[in-house]
Nanobody, 122 residues
Framework: QVQLEESGGGSVQAGGSLRLSCAVS?????????MMWYRQARGKEREFVSG???????KYADSVKGRFTISQDNAKNTVYLQMNNLQPEDTAMYYC???????????????WGQGTQVTVSS
């Protein structure tokens, strides 16, 4: 069973930086996984922030391009989200998501972390 543990959230002033971490356990080495970060601000729907696929390609929401960077440390089974030049509109609960792809050895599946709060003050 895949399990996710997020950390790194906190409170910063506008222009500051934070690095979120998502430690993943329960990997099956025969499977391919896509790693993603989402966020949900109070009163709003959860939205995609950034993702990395098993081939190493990355994607970003337009609102965070040039400020956020997603990366992976395969040795530590951890995915990171480096967030620079944070703005009040980045305030949200940030969630890590892992999507396992279907192949001959693996069923598809999606797993979410518990979330970590990021608060940016002006």
């Amino acid at each position: 069973q895949v399990q996710l543990e997020e950390s790194g959230g906190g409170s910063v002033q506008a222009g500051g930086s934070l690095r979120l971490s998502c430690a993943v356990s329960g990997y099956n080495r025969l499977c391919y996984y896509d790693m993603m970060w989402y966020r949900q601000a109070r009163g709003k729907e959860r939205e995609f922030v950034s993702g990395t696929e098993s081939d190493g390609s990355t994607k970003y929401a337009d609102s965070v391009k040039g400020r956020f960077t997603i990366s992976q440390d395969n040795a530590k089974n951890t995915v990171y989200l480096q967030m620079n030049n944070l703005q009040p509109e980045d305030t949200a609960m940030y969630y890590c998501k892992v999507a396992r792809r279907y192949n001959w050895a693996c069923s598809s599946g999606s797993y979410w972390g518990q979330g970590t709060q990021v608060t940016v003050s002006s």
